[in-house]
Structures are given as C-alpha cells and as structure tokens.
C-alpha cells in the first residue's frame, strides 16, 4: 500500500470511529446489522404452537429475543413500513396509506448508520416511498369517508395449491431475491467495515399461492381452527364495512375458509424458507461473530378472522408481527428468551441505532429495546463504558426512560370507513373509532376479540381514552387523514378532466364489477361527499 492510500485508510478509520461510537465505544465490537422481512405474516405464526412450521425462525430465537407481543404502527405495507425505517408514528409523517409514502430523502435508518461510517444495501421489497401502488388502489382509499359506500373492492379471496411436490421455490422472485442477499454476505466476509443490509420478502402477502410440497412439509393440520363469526349485522360498523369492502360478505364453504388458511400457513413455512437460506451463510462464515440478525413483518394477514382477508384493521390477526433479535453467540444478547409485554415495530429504530452504537436523532417516537436483549451490566460493556461508571451515560437515558406498557396503533386505509386507534397495555385491547362506539377486548379471556366489554368496563376505557390522548388527539389525527383523502381524490378527479365518470368505474379499476350495479348512486354519494 503506498503512503498517500495509507494515510487515507488511517484518516478515514479515524473518522468513523469519531463519528459512530458513543463514548468508549470498540470498534472490535461494532455489529454489522442485516434485517430480514417479510410482508403479512401474522406473528403468532412465529409461536410454538402454529400450524405454521418455521424450523429457521425458531433457531433465530434460540439465540436471540422473540417478542411475542407486538404490533405494527399501521397495518398496511408503506404506512407501517414508514413508521419502522423513520422511527415515527404516521401522525408525525402524514404516510396514511399505500398511496403516499415517504419522501425519497427522508431520513431513515440506513441514512443515520451511513453518516456514521456503516455500508448500507437494500435489496428486495421495501415499499416505504410513494409511487408503488395503483390507482385503483388509491381510489378504494381516498373514497372510504363517503357516507353509505360500501363497494366491494378486492376479488374475493380464494386458495390456490400448485400440483408440484418436488420443488420448494413456489415464490420465485423471492427466492431470487434470497440468493442475491446469500451472494452479498459472501462478497463481504473480508470487508470489516460494519454493514446494514435489509432483505425484504413479499411472501406471505395473498393471494393465497402454494404448492403440495409447503403444504406437506411446512403446515401442522391438526393445529389449524376455523375462525369464528358474528351474524353480519351484529357486527360493529366499521368492521362490517371492513367485510363488505374486502368482498368476504356472504355465504362461505368451511372447504374454502380451511384451504385459505392451510394456503397461508404453507407460505408463511415458504417464507421461513428464504431466512433459512440466509441464516445459513451467517453462521456457516465469519459473520456469525459480528452480526445481529433483526427479523420482523410489517403486519398480518386476517385469514378469515372475523369474515376478512388481508390486513387493514386493528384486530389481531392483522396487527400483530414477528420481531425476533438475535446476535453473535458471545455478544451477551440473551439467547432462547421471550418478551410478553406490549412492543411495536416502531421501537426498531432506536433499537438498531443502540445496537449498532450510533446517536438517535431527536423526535423518534419508539423506545429502545435493548434493555430487553441485555442486562444493565452487558449494556454498559457494550457501549464501552469503565468501572466505575460515569453518570449520564446512554444506560442511564434507556433506564430513565423505559419501554412504556402500552403500545399504539392507527390505521387510516382502504377497507377502514374511519380511523382506528388502538392501544395494548397488559390484557387489555382498546380500540377507538371516531364516530363510532370503541370497543374493548379482554385478551385473556377472548382472544378472539368476539365480545367487546366497553359497556361493562367503563373505568378501564376512561383510563385507556385518556392514555391515548396523551399522545395524540385521535379526532383531530382522524380528520387530517380524511382530509388528506378527499384532497388527494380531487386533485385526481381535476387531473382527469371529463374522463372523470368513465374511468372512475372502468375495467382497470377494481370496484369495476360492482360499479356497475349502480354508478349513477356511487356517483352521487361521492358528489355529496365532495360537496360537504
């Protein structure tokens, strides 16, 4: 190496150590950090007793944390994407739905680490900025206020299983996308610059696709239960609207509802497939040493809880997700441990900037779960910090300032004729709808959500409206989003000039079927909204 290539390494090592570690950080110690992620998989799937079987994600736990209770921030891709890479709620982004995410140099993750010296790749699915949904899709969205439109909007959900038994590669793009990510980690195993790779999946998300070879190997049938259901008209508004909008009204076969679960369980084992593949190439190499592995999905699938398919509501099978951290064998992350209390993906972000020893920008709205994969002493020596301990250190912060027992959730989306909000403390499941009754569930005793208890338990609703209200007005954050949806729909609507009435209901869009059962009446409901 010549003197001035030398000098350069020198002054750039120099740097990143300047810029990335808190105070007595060791760069020995510096994580690489590799996020793997899937999209729609419900996280009780990630549990011991689904039908789902996931051998890879269960060795990922072994040696990590499995956070069996947490949440998304939103339930839909880009809202819920959003709030994980920028570490803020969709309140403070204004990302409501698929139609609008965040913009292309809003600071995220990847942006925070790569200031502080780390590589960064993404390869996959991410879907946090705007631009990737369609039309037809943003219509269903921007619409959902208009008093009385209940309009089919989705074709109705059915399974389909591929006669192969021989190959394990049902979703191939994914698996592409997996050996890609294998083929990055082994360009990298002699580079000691710390890297932040993310690897995104679209499996599970519907239509229901496997073939017999996931459904033989990767599904417990005798795990899987069928879903119970209120009578239609007994349900509440907004979750009744939920049923119509996703196409799922009606009368259903118990062959078809079983075949859409047993479908899905056997993608989520599909899925499970592609962390194998990368789990294999770290801990086959070096990086085994000197990586933390993050896992999670960005919402559920309903699966045909509560007459529904798809995600998009704050009942659990939509707004639950998989977080498992684990990280190298010696680095004192606790291995085969569970966390029961109430988490969000949103605490993500503060998570990886703790383990991956960088400073957190101001305003995050997530708290850091390190206290949660490590002792108080672990922490202290991961940071660097001597005996005796100095006051004020980032310990300190995180202790000061613990995870709360709540979590919150808000969904402003398509197939939502409102917003919701909801909050998990404890059993508790609180779910508020303005302009509609708030319903609360006791999970202990119905962790089905059947029969909400909010009439009877007037004292814990008081205590959850106010908690909630501590951190946003949810009738205030409920009208900005609505807002947002009828600008958005007029700004189209201008765009479009006088194609407006034929496109609004034409073939591309897909309420088309329904549509034409009466446009002259969706014509004039969405008038009268717009007239409002």
């Known amino acids: 190496?010549?003197?001035?290539?030398?000098?350069?390494?020198?002054?750039?090592?120099?740097?990143?150590?300047?810029?990335?570690?808190?105070?007595?950080?060791?760069?020995?110690?510096?994580?690489?950090v590799i996020f793997i992620h899937v999209d729609s998989m419900d996280g009780r799937t990630a549990l011991e007793d689904s039908p789902a079987l996931t051998p890879n994600l269960d060795r990922l736990a072994k040696r990590?944390?499995?956070?069996?209770?947490?949440?998304?921030?939103?339930?839909?891709?880009?809202?819920?994407?959003?709030?994980?890479?920028?570490?803020?709620?969709?309140?403070?982004?204004?990302?409501?739905?698929?139609?609008?995410g965040l913009p292309a140099d809003y600071p995220i993750i990847m942006e925070q680490v790569a200031k502080a010296g780390y590589?960064?790749?993404?390869?996959?699915?991410?879907?946090?900025?705007?631009?990737?949904?369609?039309?037809?899709?943003?219509?269903?969205?921007?619409?959902?206020?208009?008093?009385?439109?209940?309009?089919?909007?989705?074709?109705?959900?059915?399974?389909?299983?591929?006669?192969?038994?021989?190959?394990s590669r049902v979703h191939g793009s994914d698996w592409h996308n997996a050996d890609v990510c294998v083929k990055w980690l082994q360009n990298r195993t002699s580079d000691s610059t710390p890297f932040m790779l993310s690897c995104g999946?679209?499996?599970?998300?519907?239509?229901?696709?496997?073939?017999?070879?996931w459904l033989n190997k990767g599904v417990n049938m005798s795990r899987i239960t069928m879903p119970q259901w209120k009578e239609e008209s007994d349900m509440h508004p907004v979750q009744r609207y939920e049923t119509i909008t996703k196409n799922c009204s009606g009368n259903w076969s118990t062959e078809d509802i079983h075949g859409i679960r047993a479908v899905y369980y056997a993608m989520v084992a599909e899925a499970d497939g592609?962390?194998?593949?990368?789990?294999?190439?770290?801990?086959?190499?070096?990086l085994l040493d000197n990586t933390v592995v993050v896992f999670w999905s960005d919402h559920g699938d309903m699966t045909m809880d509560h007459k529904?398919?798809?995600?998009?509501?704050?009942?659990?099978?939509?707004?639950?997700?998989?977080?498992?951290?684990?990280?190298?064998?010696?680095?004192?992350?606790?291995?085969?441990?569970?966390?029961?209390?109430?988490?969000?993906?949103?605490?993500?972000?503060?998570?990886?900037?703790?383990?991956?020893?960088?400073?957190?920008?101001?305003?995050?709205?997530?708290?850091?779960?390190?206290?949660?994969?490590?002792?108080?002493?672990?922490?202290?020596?991961?940071?660097?910090?001597?005996?005796?301990?100095?006051?004020?250190?980032?310990?300190?912060?995180m202790l000061a300032n613990p995870h709360p027992d709540y979590v919150l959730l808000q969904a402003h989306m398509d197939h939502s004729?409102?917003?919701?909000?909801?909050?998990?403390?404890?059993?508790?499941?609180?779910?508020?709808?303005?302009?509609?009754?708030?319903?609360?569930?006791?999970?202990?005793?119905?962790?089905?959500?059947?029969?909400?208890?909010?009439?009877?338990?007037?004292?814990?609703?008081?205590?959850?409206?106010?908690?909630?209200?501590?951190?946003?007005?949810?009738?205030?954050?409920?009208?900005?989003?609505?807002?947002?949806?009828?600008?958005?729909?007029l700004t189209w609507k201008n765009s479009i000039g006088d194609r407006y009435n034929e496109t609004i209901g034409s073939k591309g869009i897909r309420w088309h079927w329904s549509w034409q059962k009466n446009p002259e009446l969706y014509l004039s409901l969405i008038q009268k909204w717009l007239d409002e």
């Open 1 to 32: 190496m010549g003197v001035m290539a030398l000098a350069f390494s020198i002054l750039r090592a120099v740097c990143i150590a300047a810029i990335l570690f808190l105070p007595g950080g060791d760069s020995a110690t510096t994580p690489n």
């Open 64 to 100: 990590g944390v499995r956070f069996d209770n947490s949440y998304c921030a939103a339930p839909e891709c880009v809202p819920s994407r959003s709030a994980l890479w920028s570490g803020r709620r969709p309140d403070q982004t204004g990302v409501w739905a698929n139609g609008h």
């Open 119 to 167: 590589d960064t790749e993404f390869i996959g699915r991410h879907d946090f900025n705007s631009g990737h949904h369609s039309l037809s899709a943003n219509l269903s969205t921007w619409v959902r206020p208009v008093p009385d439109f209940a309009i089919p909007s989705e074709d109705r959900p059915f399974p389909k299983v591929l006669n192969s038994n021989t190959t």
């Open 201 to 213: 999946f679209g499996c599970p998300h519907p239509g229901y696709v496997t073939n017999e070879y």
């Open 274 to 286: 592609f962390v194998g593949l990368i789990l294999d190439e770290i801990e086959n190499s070096s």
């Open 308 to 397: 529904q398919f798809y995600k998009e509501t704050a009942l659990e099978g939509s707004a639950r997700v998989p977080i498992i951290i684990a990280g190298p064998p010696k680095s004192g992350i606790h291995q085969d441990a569970t966390v029961q209390r109430p988490t969000s993906l949103i605490d993500l972000f503060p998570t990886v900037m703790d383990l991956a020893k960088v400073k957190h920008p101001d305003g995050l709205a997530g708290y850091s779960l390190l206290p949660d994969l490590m002792n108080t002493s672990t922490m202290h020596t991961w940071f660097g910090d001597e005996a005796p301990v100095a006051a004020g250190t980032r310990v300190d912060e």
């Open 417 to 489: 004729n409102t917003g919701q909000f909801m909050l998990r403390k404890d059993n508790w499941k609180y779910i508020e709808y303005p302009g509609y009754e708030t319903e609360l569930f006791d999970l202990s005793t119905d962790p089905n959500e059947l029969q909400s208890v909010a009439k009877t338990q007037t004292s814990i609703v008081s205590e959850m409206s106010s908690l909630l209200r501590t951190i946003l007005d949810p009738t205030e954050v409920d009208a900005h989003a609505k807002a947002f949806d009828k600008q958005s729909f």
